[in-house]
């Protein structure tokens, strides 16, 4: 018989019911009982869904992050967080976010650096290691959560991240080598495995998806010495690797002493083949065959004709999954009442994904007869979807082949340039800005549900629209801020908002996906070819601008990050969907400059994160990613001032990609990497200008004036002065006006200390 498994569930709830319990709590406004026992519900309900599978995950849930989860297990806790009042669930909350409920009156704890889980868009705290780093066994994460699924009879295979990947995922702060830490990591890994023996567990599914990443001679060499130590363990080990292709690393995962390994056969279809022959006899393969990361339907018909051979020829020993944790799809399609019905058809999310995987392996161990109506129906969905008319747009298609290398090129270099904006906007050295958006307000957001529901008409709306912006101005205007937004108030997510103005999208209505810790997404759907019928940002930020001398920044999203933060459609290259959706940019880009907008950013988020996890697949990522921004950025003249913004990615290795971009100005997130992140800049002589965040928007903490000086001057140590711009990491849409207002005041004092030479 083939078993079945998952990796991880969506830890969210199918409502969000995670992020609001956490919000309370948060706000002490639930004690932390209630928090857990709101864990501990979820799981319930979760293990309830994945019912009818052989294995189930135990250990996937997190109240915040599976990363941060694993440091706390391995004790290993930033100084900084230890011997502080409070229980064990406070400092962990302090690592995540820099506060917990207890010290809502202080800035606690500097919060953890987080950055993007391999090339998701989901965000990770990053382990902190130095050489002096040691590491002990806390088990009672996990003793709690194998003695819930215990009780309710789940057959539990707990999920760990292994040591290789652990260590991969962090950073030494002292510049030691992270592999000198293994000898001393590998014992308290013994001991947890040990301790899962002791429990009766049969399985352990151990993550290491570092694999499927380049690795050098001593990494590849660190992961013979750690499987080696762990082989006897008392458990067995599933190696899972997820997100790629091993390729060089293939036989060495095959190889390692290990009970089994899991394969993404989404994303490394080719190498089956390649692993059947070099696995050992007596371990089994798991073949990830559902997509995990996409929210399309399986064609299951297709996936058997490949799959049959393999079971054949594997029996017992195969094992079906979906390609990596759920995690990064939303809980449940059948809540989608109001989503295009035709487009529904075509979907599976992740209740769905595990009833595709029953019905394989149904198929497989009994015949496709047995479950011949799933098969009909599935079909059918397949087809309708291929012969729609609503994915292929003629008029798009013309359009793409008019492109040429003259649409992404200004007519003047930066330096040209910036002359001729520096006369135009009279900006002071230092200038202060913010990324986009201020403050989502409860007002803000019951206007737009009402707006929604019909109980607001468009009037009504507009006007409550235009409130919320002109606060927005006079608040600014109060600061003195130097280069103003409009706020976004209208705008209900940065993908979201346009995919609703443009032709190729579908949106769900509780399609709700972790980003990190309580923060929540609902990428858009994207079906079809995309074409902009109309203007989408002009009005609101024309009647921004007519209420202020100082400029104000058109804000954009940029056609990359709207492909990356998109359920994006599988039947085309993303190249060919990100240049439809670079000209829909360019064409509101274009638009705000003739209304006299003269600032213009087009964010870049999720530049990064789409970037291939082997290099020789990243060059060409990057030539047509960078590509794809100049065509939507570059059509302006040469006094519109292009800005982009950049946050919570590693830019060193693609700093000359950025650099191509052009942008007069970026912004970037290095607030809480301390500057870091500007490792990048020492080896480059970046040519434009540059805004390195100086304000953590995913923590209440309320950065001190001394604090932003301090950052600053480690920028100067690395860009030019009359380079640099002070400004937020991010947008401010998830921080009330309390914080903001405050850390802003001192953003704008530290800039005028700065300029006076202080």
């Known amino acids: 018989m083939t078993t079945t498994h998952n990796l991880g569930f969506p830890r969210i709830g199918a409502q969000r019911e995670l992020k609001f319990a956490l919000e309370h709590y948060w706000k002490g406004e639930t004690p932390a009982q209630a928090l857990q026992d709101l864990g501990a519900q979820l799981r319930a309900k979760h293990w309830s869904l994945q019912a009818g599978l052989d294995f189930a995950p135990v250990g996937d849930f997190s109240l915040y992050d599976q990363v941060l989860d694993m440091s706390f297990t391995l004790g290993n806790i930033p100084e900084r967080a230890r011997g502080l009042p409070g229980a064990a669930l406070d400092s962990y909350f302090r690592v995540a976010r820099g506060r917990a409920p207890a010290d809502s009156s202080c800035g606690c704890v500097h919060a953890g650096e987080m950055t993007k889980w391999f090339d998701t868009n989901y965000h990770y705290i990053v382990p902190e290691f130095s050489a002096a780093t040691r590491f002990s066994l806390d088990t009672s994460r996990l003793q709690e959560q194998l003695a819930q699924a215990r009780a309710l009879g789940v057959k539990a295979k707990p999920v760990i991240i292994g040591p290789l990947t652990y260590l991969w995922l962090g950073k030494a702060k002292d510049g030691s080598d992270r592999l000198d830490l293994l000898p001393a990591l590998l014992p308290i890994y013994a001991a947890l495995l040990d301790w899962f023996a002791q429990e009766g567990i049969e399985w352990v599914q151990v993550d290491e998806p570092a694999l499927v990443t380049d690795l050098d001679a001593s990494w590849q060499q660190a992961y013979a010495t750690a499987y080696e130590a762990l082989r006897n363990s008392g458990v067995k080990l599933l190696l899972a690797t997820y997100f790629g292709r091993l390729e060089s690393n293939l036989a060495l995962a095959c190889a390692l002493p290990v009970d089994g390994l899991h394969l993404d ?121 291929r012969a729609s008319p609503r994915v292929h747009n003629p008029e798009v298609a013309a359009a793409l082949a008019r492109i040429t290398p003259a649409l992404g090129q200004r007519a003047q270099a930066h330096v040209q340039r910036s002359a001729q904006q520096a006369a135009l906007l009279k900006l002071p050295a230092y200038p202060t800005t913010t990324i986009g958006s201020f403050p989502q307000t409860p007002a803000i ?136 959706l670079a000209l829909a940019i360019r064409e509101e880009v274009l638009d705000l400059e003739a209304a006299g907008v003269r600032i213009i950013q087009i964010d870049e988020a999720a530049l990064r994160e789409g970037l291939p996890l082997r290099r020789e697949e990243g060059m060409d990522y990057l030539r047509w990613a960078v590509e794809c921004f100049r065509i939507a950025a570059n059509g302006v003249r040469d006094e519109t001032q292009i800005h982009t913004h950049m946050c919570y990615s590693e830019f060193n290795g693609i700093i000359a990609a950025i650099a191509d971009m052009d942008a007069d100005v970026i912004t970037i997130e290095t607030s809480r990497s301390n500057m870091e992140l500007l490792d990048a800049f020492d080896g480059f002589r970046y040519p434009n200008d540059i805004g390195p965040g100086v304000y953590d928007i995913h923590s209440p903490n309320i950065p001190s004036q001394d604090q932003i000086v301090g950052l600053m001057r480690q920028a100067g140590q690395r860009i030019p002065a009359q380079r640099l711009w002070i400004n937020p990491d991010c947008g401010l849409k998830t921080r009330t006006w309390d914080e903001v207002l405050p850390a802003l005041r001192n953003m704008v004092a530290a800039a005028h200390t700065l300029r006076a030479g202080a």
């Open 445 to 580: 957001r019951l206007a737009r549900q009402g707006f929604r529901r019909g109980q607001l008409d468009q009037a009504d709306y507009e006007t409550a629209m235009r409130a919320e912006i002109a606060r927005c101005v006079r608040e600014q205007e109060a600061l003195g801020l130097d280069v103003f937004v409009h706020g976004e108030a209208e705008r209900n997510d940065m993908v979201e908002y346009f995919g609703e103005q443009l032709e190729g999208y579908a949106f769900s209505q509780y399609g709700w996906v972790q980003s990190y810790g309580s923060r929540c997404v609902k990428p858009p759907i994207l079906f079809g070819d995309v074409k902009r019928p109309h203007p989408m940002t002009v009005k609101w930020t024309t009647y921004a601008q007519s209420l202020t001398d100082k400029p104000m920044k058109g804000m954009l999203t940029g056609p990359v990050t709207m492909l990356n933060w998109s359920f994006v459609r599988d039947d085309q290259p993303r190249l060919v969907t990100c240049r439809q």
């Open 265 to 385: 056969a989404i994303n490394a279809r080719a190498e089956v083949g390649h692993v059947i022959r070099e696995l050992a006899q007596d371990k089994i393969l798991s073949l990830g065959v559902i997509d995990g990361r996409n929210v399309w339907k399986t064609d299951l018909h297709a996936t058997l004709a490949w799959l049959e051979p393999v079971q054949r020829q594997l029996g017992e020993r195969l094992w079906i999954a979906p390609s990596c944790s759920l995690l990064h799809v939303p809980v449940d399609l059948a809540s989608e009442q109001s989503l295009d019905p035709e487009v529904r058809s075509w979907l599976a999310f992740a209740v769905q994904k595990l009833e595709e995987l029953r019905i394989l392996a149904r198929a497989l161990d009994h015949g496709r007869t047995q479950v011949q109506e799933a098969l009909v129906e599935n079909a059918a969905a397949i087809d309708r979807r």
